[in-house]
């Protein structure tokens, strides 16, 4: 068995895992299983500061994300994709896939992206039905300020799909006052359930967009819309994961309980980037960087795949490299929901400072030693 410390899945609690091995009933038919399903959407929304409507559907993040742009896009729309990463560029995918026109706005993928210069990008252009953006883009580690970009992307009567899937829960989400219009998470990242779940929050204007189309949704298992009203009708779309979702709903019991959580991803992400760089490694941003986890470059000396290679053989702990445009570049630490904990993060820099050392890559103090440094 490793120890996973990578950026999602993440490890998960014995009683979230105990929760999904629960009997079971029929959750098409049984009454209470829709009660039961709409109280965690509305835990959820409540853990999201927001008093819009959650749906949980049957499907990893990336269902999510599909879902949000196959519900809002008609062929013709144009959508602003935000693209400093390689989610961020995704999106435009999807946008395709559903008919609409993405217009990618590209910028520096070492940095967060700018307010100040989205603005000036708007006041030429702002004729986008919605627009996408990436809380955090997890192959780089790269943490986009979706407190100021949302609201300012509405000034301009622009809806917003946000894809926090790894960042929610280890920085901070508040969904009505970011004012963001569809929110995509996930179970396997900060929420520390296994994958198989997405979840979205939906606003009243997204809602009224759906309401609004002159074409259907070209999709039912991505139709957001199709969702709506389930417990009135007392009717899913299809037969719900029943045990998956009473692992999601202790998961989000945890995190309820959890008062310190924000606080302490913050203090943990910290403590790792100080650790590296005082081992005399590079962090592969320059600044915006995630809490929930930490992105270094490969040592010109080595390859990511030795290094991984030798902290799974030898220290039993696996990290995660990259992928698409970074692959082979770095490597990356995974420090989101029940990861983010200082015995695991000192084990691990600790493991990885031996990896290095061992791999010939001097490393100018033990690693372990210099996250508890900073931690303490
Ligand atoms: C993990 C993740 C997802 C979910 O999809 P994967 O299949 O795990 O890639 C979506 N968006 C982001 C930013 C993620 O980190």
Redesign the pocket.
């Known amino acids: 068995m490793y120890k996973i410390m990578t950026?999602?899945p993440t490890q998960v609690l014995e009683n979230v895992r105990l929760a999904r091995s629960l009997e079971c009933t029929n959750p098409d038919l049984d009454e209470s299983f829709f009660d039961f399903y709409k109280e965690t959407c509305e835990l959820i929304s409540k853990l999201l500061c927001t008093g819009n409507e959650t749906i949980i559907m049957d499907g990893?993040?990336?269902l999510g994300?599909e879902a949000a742009c196959a519900s809002l896009t008609e062929p013709g729309d144009l959508v602003l994709v935000l693209d400093n990463g390689v989610?961020g560029k995704g999106f435009a995918d999807f946008v395709t896939m559903y008919g609409g026109t993405p217009v990618l706005y590209t910028v520096d993928d070492k940095n967060p992206i700018d307010k100040a210069a989205l603005e000036e990008y708007l006041k030429l252009n702002h004729d986008f039905k919605y627009a996408t953006l990436?809380h955090?883009?997890?192959p780089s580690g790269m943490l986009n300020p979706i407190g100021e970009l949302c609201p300012l992307l509405k000034k301009y009567g622009i809806l917003t799909v946000v894809?926090s899937?790894?960042a929610m829960f280890g920085e901070e989400v508040k969904v009505d006052e970011f004012q963001i219009d569809l929110l995509c998470g996930?179970s396997q990242?900060a929420v520390s359930a296994p994958p198989g779940l997405t979840f979205v929050t939906v606003s009243e204007d997204a809602k009224g967009v759906m309401a609004q189309r002159n074409t259907p949704i070209a999709s039912f298992y991505g139709n957001i819309q199709v969702f709506f009203g389930y417990y009135e009708k007392k009717w899913f779309p299809y037969t719900m994961p029943i045990s998956d979702i009473y692992g999601l709903r202790q998961a989000f019991e945890n995190i309820q309980r959890d008062k310190d959580m924000i606080k302490r991803h913050r203090f943990i992400g910290e403590a790792c980037r100080q650790a590296v760089r005082k081992a005399g490694l590079s962090l592969h941003l320059e600044s915006g960087f995630s809490n929930t986890v930490t992105v270094i470059d490969v040592p010109k000396e080595t390859t990511a795949g030795e290094i991984l290679r030798v902290m799974r053989q030898e220290h039993h702990i696996m990290l995660a490299g990259s992928f698409d445009s970074l692959e082979g570049q770095v490597i990356r630490i995974g420090h989101m929901g029940t990861n983010a904990n200082e015995g695991d993060m000192e084990a691990t820099l600790e493991a990885l400072g031996q990896t290095l050392s061992s791999l010939g890559i001097p490393v100018k103090a033990s690693m372990g030693r210099l996250f508890r440094e900073a931690v303490l």
């Open positions: 950026p999602g990893e993040g990336i994300l989610y990436v955090c883009d997890t894809d899937v790894s996930g990242k």
